[in-house]
């Protein structure tokens, strides 16, 4: 008989209605089943979290008062957190929060300030102060979203050599060396004007990938240099339908482990976009369009077995589970939801 594997999700929140932090839930892969919520950190606002590789050290962005930074919490047995410290040093919230695969660094992209920072990483996961900031510089044709630069990711390359960060307000991905704890610009890619991205993914070939925008809803597939840091375009593709006027902003991104499928929420659509990818050219095409019943799909997140899809419906209080077939890449909706109070970001350990 197969044995039931049970595993940890964790969920990032708005704590402006009842939540109060990061929530944990277990999912059973065997029935598809998640636990009933259950909070393990209380925190302001955690709305992106993310797990060191090795799983012992959880992230989160942070915020108190007007100020926001980021706490390290030593993730224990049944999933439960641990505070080690926090870091809180600069003017409003980061919104996504990175560590490398070493676990020594961390880095920040604050949408607010347009500011990516890099806190250096003690040898038990707690952070030090901040080592390293850049502060982005432009703007957009879209007036309402683009009047500054509004830094919306910031992560590490596949081969840990670059951080690269993707600023919806200047329509920009920069790639910063980094040598010695400091951040150094050695590269830009510019986007269509307006096209506001939002989040990238690399592709398991680590040469590919894929960035999200959030104002013009597409999929832009990137060619990666690992020599110098360079982005190339490849394709866009929409991720909404044509005859869809209403208002839709892209959120999440992800592929699946063996590169074969990349998914995309639209929020306002409320639908997760499947796509096949080629396996010569890495290039896309729609397979379907699923709803995430339920308003405003902020994130979701393939389970370890990558079997399922948990998603977060961030106005409508609720994260639901679909099934994800491994061979189509298409997803199907399951019975049974949980409701976690204004959920954004979904993590795995």
Same mark, same amino acid.
């Given at each position: 008989m197969m044995e039931m594997a049970t595993y940890t999700a964790y969920i990032g929140t708005y704590t402006k209605n009842e939540s109060q932090g990061v929530y944990k839930l277990s999912?059973?892969?065997?029935?598809?089943? !998640? $636990?009933?919520?259950?909070l393990v950190a209380e925190l302001q606002n955690p709305t992106y979290v993310n797990p060191s590789k090795d799983g012992r050290v959880l992230y989160a962005v942070a915020k108190e008062g007007e100020s926001g930074g980021v706490a390290a919490y030593r993730v224990e047995s049944m999933g439960e957190l641990a505070l080690l410290n926090k870091q809180i040093d600069g003017a409003g919230s980061p919104c996504h929060v990175s560590v490398n695969d070493a676990r020594t660094q961390v880095v920040t992209a604050n949408y607010h300030t347009g500011i990516i920072a890099l806190y250096p990483v003690n040898e038990d996961g707690s952070l030090l102060p901040v %080592?390293?900031?850049?502060?982005? @510089?432009?703007?957009?044709?879209?007036?309402?979203?683009?009047?500054?630069?509004? %830094?919306?990711?910031?992560?590490? &390359?596949?081969?840990?050599?670059? #951080?690269?960060a993707v600023d919806l307000g200047t329509d920009e991905l920069v790639t910063y060396a980094v040598a010695n704890d400091q951040l150094e610009p050695v590269a830009r890619f510019r986007f269509s004007a307006g096209a506001g991205p939002r989040h990238i993914i690399f592709h398991p070939n680590g040469h590919d990938a894929y960035v999200l925008t959030e104002l013009s809803n597409e999929?832009?597939?990137?060619?990666?240099?690992?020599?110098? *840091?360079?982005?190339?375009?490849?394709?866009?593709?929409?991720? =909404?339908?044509?005859?869809?006027?209403e208002n839709s902003q892209g959120s999440a991104i992800h592929v699946s482990a063996d590169g074969r499928f990349v998914y995309a929420a639209n929020r306002g659509h409320d639908s997760i976009a499947v796509f096949s990818v080629d396996s010569g050219s890495s290039e896309l095409t729609l397979v379907e369009r699923v709803s995430? @019943?339920?308003?405003?799909?902020?994130?979701? %997140? !393939?389970?370890?077995? @990558? *079997?399922?899809?948990? #998603?977060?419906?961030? @106005? &409508?209080?609720? #994260? !639901?589970?679909?099934?994800?077939?491994?061979?189509?890449?298409? =997803? &199907?909706?399951?019975?049974?939801?949980?409701?976690?109070? $204004?959920?954004v970001c979904v993590k795995f350990v």
């Open positions: 999912f059973n892969a065997a029935t598809g089943k !998640l $636990s009933t919520p259950a %080592a390293s900031t850049v502060q982005h @510089e432009g703007c957009g044709p879209n007036e309402a979203r683009q009047e500054k630069a509004h %830094a919306h990711y910031a992560g590490f &390359t596949p081969d840990q050599k670059y #951080v690269v999929v832009v597939v990137l060619s990666y240099n690992k020599s110098d *840091g360079r982005f190339t375009e490849k394709q866009v593709i929409p991720t =909404l339908p044509r005859d869809f006027y995430t @019943e339920g308003h405003w799909p902020r994130d979701f %997140a !393939l389970d370890p077995t @990558e *079997g399922y899809v948990i #998603v977060s419906n961030q @106005e &409508t209080d609720n #994260v !639901l589970v679909y099934q994800r077939d491994r061979q189509s890449g298409r =997803l &199907t909706a399951l019975a049974g939801e949980q409701n976690v109070s $204004s959920p």
